[in-house]
């Protein structure tokens, strides 16, 4: 628990008063609830914490920073704030109470608050029939999964989220508040469908909707002796199956816990989830060659896009937890063995997901994440409930990672990196090199602070 004030902390007390109760020091009650991640691994140490509740609000926290010599972070919910750089030297923004949601149906358009997560997109466009390219957990936030790219359920028909931007509404480095689109600041919006947070602080975005399929969704357990046979059957299915096919594979250990169904408590497992779009039919016979393998738990049925956001199965409150991932450009069967070799407790989980389809091929007008060569995304994570499982965490997911490298991708995966990495690695060059150029024009002193920051171009 930090308790020590900042030594910059005695000099912000015109700005308490300016910012009418907003910001929160290290002396304030409250002060380890405000400076709290979604990831309750992270021990976040900023000077202090903003809570906007407009945008002028954040222009405001954005003008404090610039006085006091301070950088500034934003931060929705905090799930990938492992990859944030220290905060010992900066004010840190919680967007949470920016979290209004308009959807406006006839237009297929949403406007989104920073501090809404996607339960509260995807329930109310689902009761107008329409869906948003969402991801797999309904309590991530909307503005920080879209702005690294953001590979949901139905990617490999309709593309990464970032791309499905119409604009966003944001705080730059000298304070203003910006509207970009296509028309209006083009460079920024470019940058920022994709290139993350390093341009600006998000007040809202604006999405694209899309009229609801017939979906069909579910999972299949097998015990987790049988993965390797699983996973080389479902990597052999996901390069015949259609676009209307989104899945992942994943090796499943359940801790014995009251919070997990009886079924699968204390249980490890060999997964296989999918999402099909498209006539029932037509998804009974996808699927067929899957439950030729005999699962001892089939969940699959008619789905909503409101069942979608639970398909996962991620942990519906904040927990302690370490995790990494990476892109594959292959999963040979060498690949599988490696998976399986490692997937061990403490790790919990290990996923591949399959990708292709449109995300292979950047849609026009499309942002800084543009397309994506790779095959597979996989991502493993274990729960740190102390130091010390923590530490042992570390160690497997680091043994995981290493196993796999010899298939791993040139390029590395915003959303799924939660260990820092060279953000260079995250573009091509030709993309990357643009995105240093607008941090450059738009944020010259390197003001904020992000997951996998841009720098700036020499």
């Not at 979290?99 to 406007?111: E, G, K, L, M, P």
């Not at 996901?238 to 209307?244: L, R």
């Not at 915003?414 to 060059?429: H, M, T």
Request: glycine residues 8%; aromatic residues 6%.
């Amino acid at each position: 628990m930090n308790t020590t004030p900042s030594v910059r902390t005695s000099g912000l007390g015109p700005a308490v008063a300016a910012l009418d109760g907003k910001i929160v020091l290290p002396e304030h009650e409250g002060w380890d609830e405000a400076r709290r991640a979604w990831n309750l691994a992270v021990d976040q140490t900023p000077v202090a914490v903003v809570v906007p509740e407009t945008a002028q609000d954040v222009a405001a926290a954005v003008e404090l920073a610039a006085a006091f010599g301070l950088r500034v972070a934003a931060q929705g919910t905090g799930h990938g704030a492992s990859t944030l750089p220290p905060l010992n030297d900066a004010i840190l923004v919680k967007t949470s109470r920016l979290c209004s949601v308009t959807i406006d149906a006839q237009a297929y358009r949403a406007r989104v608050g920073a501090g809404a997560v996607w339960q509260d997109v995807v329930e109310p466009a689902a009761e107008h029939g329409l869906v948003v390219l969402h991801g797999s957990s309904p309590d991530v936030g909307v503005v920080g999964y879209t702005l690294g790219g953001g590979m949901g359920w139905l990617a490999r028909t309709h593309g990464l989220a970032a791309n499905s931007v119409t604009a966003v509404e944001l705080v730059t480095a000298d304070g203003r508040l910006v509207r970009a689109d296509h028309e209006h600041e083009p460079d920024l919006f470019w940058a920022v469908r994709g290139g993350g947070g390093s341009f600006g602080i998000v007040t809202a975005i604006e999405l694209e909707l899309y009229d609801a399929p017939e979906l069909h969704a579910g999972a299949m357990f097998w015990p987790v002796d049988r993965a390797a046979d699983v996973l080389r059957t479902w990597r052999d299915w996901t390069e015949v199956v259609p676009d209307q096919v989104t899945s992942i594979g994943r090796i499943l250990h359940f801790p014995p816990i009251p919070d997990i169904p009886e079924p699968l408590r204390g249980g490890s497992f060999a997964v296989i989830e999918a999402v099909i779009t498209g006539p029932t039919a037509d998804s009974e016979a996808l699927l067929a060659p899957l439950r030729e393998l005999q699962p001892t738990i089939d969940t699959f049925a008619a789905a909503t896009p409101k069942t979608l956001q639970h398909l996962h199965m991620d942990p519906p409150k904040p927990v302690p937890g370490v995790g990494d991932g990476m892109f594959l450009d292959h999963l040979s069967d060498a690949a599988i063995d490696a998976v399986v070799e490692t997937a061990q407790p403490p790790l919990l989980s290990f996923e591949i997901r399959q990708l292709g389809g449109v995300l292979t091929t950047p849609p026009a007008g499309h942002g800084a994440a543009g397309a994506l060569d790779a095959r597979y995304a996989m991502f493993t994570v274990g729960l740190a409930l102390t130091p010390e499982l923590g530490a042992a965490v570390s160690t497997a997911v680091t043994r995981s990672t290493t196993a796999l490298a010899p298939w791993a991708s040139e390029r590395a995966c915003l959303n799924f990196s939660d260990r820092p990495v060279d953000p260079a690695r995250l573009y091509p060059p030709h993309t990357y090199g643009r995105l240093q150029r607008i941090k450059s024009a738009y944020d010259p002193s390197s003001l904020f602070l992000s997951n996998h920051p841009i720098d700036s171009a020499e």
